[in-house]
């Protein structure tokens, strides 16, 4: 049974930020756009300005058009930064008022469920970025000052980004379901293929080409989309009208328009300000629809007219091209560069082959899950006075049948048998820490708190159980984006949104 502990992917935000060099042009491209704060901004045009000054309400949250102008200012700012053509001010201002709606939900939801992100996980984040780009924390705050970012809006940015991820991991991840006959699926049509992902950067085309050693890995593809959504049960009219858009768009850019540019006027997808940057990945890790899409499309490409369940989509083959041993001396990432092809071309090692000798730990644990009534102090709480009764002789596994919130709590929160690697950081941490038959004191992860007990330990060859783990990761990759968007279409559901730019523009058409 695959708890919520287990993270077989981690393609999400803070894996990404803690992965490369975060930049604040980066950052201000991103989710630190889209929080709402209040900051000063240019005047509105008169046409849109309205009396209220109200961009948008957010169930009871309020999102102003000041709040809306500095963003779109700061987001301005960056797209000139990275050569991306920014649409006109009235389109600019709905894209970022949409991404600040989105991210205002994410909040809502993290209150809901009481997740906080403590001083102490944003030291750490700032730590590890500051590590694993070898500079002082002091250095990594000078050149986020001399970015032209304010620091405490950098760590806001981190802080956001951890708690996106936590809920990601928790209404996501813990939702995808891989079943081994998936995963037999998976290996039986990839026979063959090196399971590890790439070993090194994608690379640039060279005006004189030279010599290529022999090609390493899976293929590698970087792609933009610009998608046109089409709501959900919409009449055939509707469909009709949006695929005509797309249409359009298209001859556009076949007529030599900027792709970036239209994907950031036009564009329904979460990468719009982005110039549509899905990030870089191998072929296979794309939706099957994109890959046939785009399998004869070379460098600079676009496809056709892609239509899948979210509406229609136009994709632009930005690079595409074989990982090579061996691999080069990585640089400093670009500040512009997209920070998903960051993380997916950093060196990574090959598959290991032969015996591979690992110690598994067989574990059970009691999950209490934190949430408006239950907080962190309460939760931690619960499960020290679990403790305390267990230390007086009562049944771990019994004690998780009646209190763990776990789907593994009818077992008596067994897991199994573990591999490495194969539960969140925090868990495993505490986990390897105990001797056998202790029990930990209480710890937190993204899914709230544990008390851990080591039933035993165990060598073992995990050669075959190694290709099946990178499987069930690679068809993970697959389906976290889709799945994401669909969490996201939830919250937009189950809320109550007052989009006032939208219908400004919608009565003005």
């Not at 756009?33 to 509105?44: D, K, S, V």
């Not at 007529?255 to 870089?280: H, K, R, T, Y």
């Amino acid at each position: 049974m695959m708890s919520g502990l287990r993270h077989p992917a981690r393609a999400l935000a803070l894996a990404i930020v803690l992965g490369a060099w975060v930049s604040a042009p980066a950052l201000a491209a991103g989710k630190q756009a889209n929080r709402p704060a209040p900051a000063p901004a240019a005047p509105a045009p008169a046409a849109e300005q309205f009396v209220d000054g109200i961009a948008a309400i957010v169930d009871k949250e309020v999102i102003t058009l000041a709040q809306v102008d500095a963003k779109a200012a700061q987001v301005r700012r960056q797209m000139e930064q990275q050569r991306i053509p920014v649409p006109e001010a009235p389109v600019l201002r709905r894209q970022v008022l949409q991404q600040m709606i989105n991210a205002a939900l994410q909040d809502h939801e993290a209150r809901r469920v009481g997740i906080r992100v403590s001083d102490a996980q944003v030291d750490h984040a700032v730590q590890t970025i500051a590590q694993r780009n070898r500079i002082s924390v002091d250095q990594l705050q000078k050149e986020i000052a001399n970015s032209g970012m304010n620091w405490n809006d950098y760590r806001a940015e981190l802080r956001s980004q951890i708690q996106d991820d936590i809920l990601r991991q928790r209404f996501v991840e813990d939702r995808i379901t891989i079943s081994d006959s998936d995963i037999d699926a998976f290996l039986s049509m990839n026979a063959g293929q090196p399971m590890a992902a790439p070993p090194a950067a994608v690379p640039a085309p060279q005006a004189e080409p030279e010599p290529a050693p022999a090609p390493a890995g899976p293929e590698l593809v970087e792609l933009a989309q610009i998608l046109i959504e089409v709501p959900d049960y919409a009449a055939n009219s509707v469909v009709e009208e949006k695929r005509k858009q797309a249409e359009a768009i298209l001859r556009k850019l076949k007529s030599g328009a900027d792709f970036a540019g239209v994907a950031a006027a036009s564009s329904n997808g979460p990468q719009a300000l982005e110039g549509g940057n899905m990030g870089i990945r191998p072929l296979h890790d794309w939706p099957d629809l994109f890959a046939r899409a785009i399998e004869n499309t070379p460098p600079g490409g676009i496809s056709g007219i892609v239509q899948s369940g979210r509406g229609f989509h136009i994709l632009k083959v930005l690079r595409r091209g074989y990982a090579q041993r061996p691999a080069p001396r990585a640089a400093r990432p670009d500040a512009g560069q997209n920070a998903q092809a960051q993380a997916a071309a950093a060196p990574r090692a090959p598959a290991p082959t032969g015996p591979m000798m690992v110690t598994q730990t067989h574990a059970r644990h009691i999950l209490i899950k934190t949430s408006k009534v239950v907080d962190d102090d309460k939760a931690r709480a619960i499960l020290e006075g679990l403790r305390n009764r267990i230390e007086h002789g009562e049944s771990f596994a019994e004690l998780a049948k009646r209190y763990s919130e776990d789907a593994s709590a009818p077992q008596g929160g067994d897991l199994g048998w573990l591999n490495p690697g194969e539960t969140v950081p925090a868990f495993e941490q505490a986990m390897n820490a105990l001797q056998d038959g202790q029990v930990s004191q209480p710890v937190k992860s993204p899914f709230g708190w544990h008390l851990i007990q080591v039933e035993a330990r165990q060598t073992k060859n995990m050669e075959q159980e190694f290709r099946r783990m990178q499987a069930r990761r690679e068809l993970m990759q697959r389906r976290i984006g889709p799945a994401y968007e669909d969490w996201l279409d939830q919250l937009r559901s189950q809320a109550y949104i007052d989009n006032r730019l939208e219908k400004a523009a919608a009565g003005g058409r």
